[in-house]
Structure formats: structure tokens, C-alpha cells
């Protein structure tokens, strides 16, 4: 395999979907939405509220239990935003006829698959970047002066951003693209995409009744599940991607 050829094949798809608003407006307002609206839903429960030093210890432990909720959410968004752009990496170059000259190429499917999943996953992983670096500012703007230190950054944080969200936008790219190599239509890829968000949201809602502590060393366990289910993805991508039928048989 070689990494060039499947660089050129993601700058290809990055120019496609810089003309695509869907794509641009799910990268920017998204994480624009959860990055401010966050900070503002806190600010209103406790920015004017008077705190007495023997509330402090019960506050503290109320937001962190939140913050690590809230946090969360941007591995959530991890798993959302690839789905768009992963879901239309195949099926949608189909549909408009630029996927035949790709697949004549002298390109190995795994360096076609590559250069798909690059294209999904760096503009996926820089909005959530972006959006979780507003966040802590934000949020540190919002409690520091009733805390009387910084929240953000913390290890917690620290692992989600470094680990879990990288490795949960290349479990969202790969599932999306698989879905785009076996439908014939970019909306059915796109719902089939979506189903991967349900496992996340599920953990989201155990941290919310507290059956699962999100500390750093639970999130690491997610995290080493995600990289399994990574590489057996990224080697059913391999298996299954058969690029005579969808040369033949797609209409």
C-alpha cells in the first residue's frame, strides 16, 4: 500500500466537499451549538447564584460529574460528524459519475479505502478540536471565579480529546464507508452511518444515571474496545470491498 496514493485520493474528496453546505454547515454549526450552548446552560444554573463556602464541596462534585457528561459529548460528535462525509465517499462519487475513472486506476482497494477515510477523518477530528478547545474556554470562563480554579483542561478531558475521540472518528469513517460501498443510495448510507452513534449515546446515558464512572482509566477501556472494533473494520473494508460489482451492478 502506498500512503501517496491514497492522500491523493482524500485531497480529491477534500475539494468535492468543500462545495457540499451539508458538509460545511454540519462541521461548523454542530460543534459551535455544543461548544456554546453548554457553557451557557451552566452559566445560567450557577453565574448569579450566590455560593456559600459549605456548598462549595457539594458543587464541585455535582459539576464534575456534568463536566465529565458534557465532555462526553464531543466523542459523541466524533461519532456523528464522519457520518456525512463517509456515507457519500463512494455511494455519492457514484451517483455522479466520478467513481469509475477512480476505480480504473492503478490503486489497491486498501489505498482507495485509506484515502476515504483520511478525507472523513481529519476535517471530522479538527471540528472536534475546535469545538472542545471553545468549550473549556468557555466553561473555565463560566466557573473559575465560583470554583476558584480551572476545570479545564484535566486528564479526563485529556484522554477523551488525545485517544478516544481520534479513535472514535475512525471507527465512524470506516462503518460509514463500508455503508457506502454495499448501498446504492447516499441517504440509506447515511441512516445505516447513523446507527453507530447508538452505543455512544447509550454509554452517554449511563454516565447520566451514573452506572458508568468516566474516569481516565474507564475511558481507556472504551478506548481499547474502539481500536479492536477499528481494525477488524478497517479489514472487513478490505474483504468486502468488491470494486467489479460496484463498477457492473450499481445503477
Known amino acids: 500500500m ?19 453546505r451539508y458538509v460545511i ?5 454542530v460543534p459551535l451549538l455544543i461548544s456554546i ?10 453565574g448569579n ?8 464541596p457539594a458543587i464541585i462534585s455535582g459539576l464534575n460529574d ?20 463517509g456515507a457519500y465517499s463512494i455511494v455519492g ?36 478540536y475546535a469545538g472542545a478547545v471553545i468549550f473549556m474556554v468557555l466553561m473555565d470562563a463560566v466557573t473559575s471565579a465560583k470554583l476558584g480554579y480551572v476545570y479545564f483542561p484535566n486528564w ?11 479513535l472514535t472518528t475512525i471507527l465512524s469513517t470506516e462503518f460509514s464507508v463500508i455503508t457506502s460501498a454495499r448501498v446504492s443510495d447516499a441517504r440509506a448510507a447515511q441512516q445505516f452511518g447513523a446507527l ?20 481516565p482509566a474507564n475511558l481507556l477501556i472504551i478506548s481499547a474496545i474502539i481500536l479492536v472494533i477499528d481494525a477488524l473494520l478497517f479489514s472487513l473494508s478490505r474483504a468486502t470491498f468488491r470494486r467489479e460489482e460496484i463498477l457492473t451492478k450499481w445503477k
Do not use: C, H
Open 66 to 85: 456534568v463536566f465529565n457528561a458534557f465532555s462526553f459529548l464531543f466523542v459523541m460528535l466524533a461519532g456523528f460528524l464522519p457520518i456525512s462525509i
Open 196 to 215: 453507530i452513534v447508538l452505543p455512544l449515546a447509550a454509554i452517554y446515558l449511563a454516565t447520566e444515571i451514573a452506572f458508568v464512572s468516566l474516569t
Open 93 to 128: 462519487e457514484k451517483l455522479e459519475k466520478t467513481l469509475e475513472p477512480l476505480l480504473a486506476t492503478p490503486t489497491t482497494d486498501g489505498e482507495i479505502l485509506l484515502g476515504k477515510v483520511i478525507a472523513a477523518f481529519l476535517p471530522s477530528v479538527s471540528a472536534v
Open 49 to 56: 447564584a450566590p455560593i456559600r463556602p459549605s456548598q462549595l
Open 37 to 46: 450552548g453548554l457553557p451557557i446552560l451552566i452559566w445560567l444554573g450557577i
Open 2 to 20: 502506498k500512503l501517496w496514493k491514497a492522500w491523493v485520493i482524500a485531497r480529491k474528496d477534500f475539494s468535492t466537499f468543500r462545495t457540499k
Open 156 to 166: 479526563t478531558v485529556a484522554v477523551i480529546l488525545l485517544i478516544t475521540v481520534p
Open 25 to 29: 454547515y454540519s462541521l461548523v454549526v
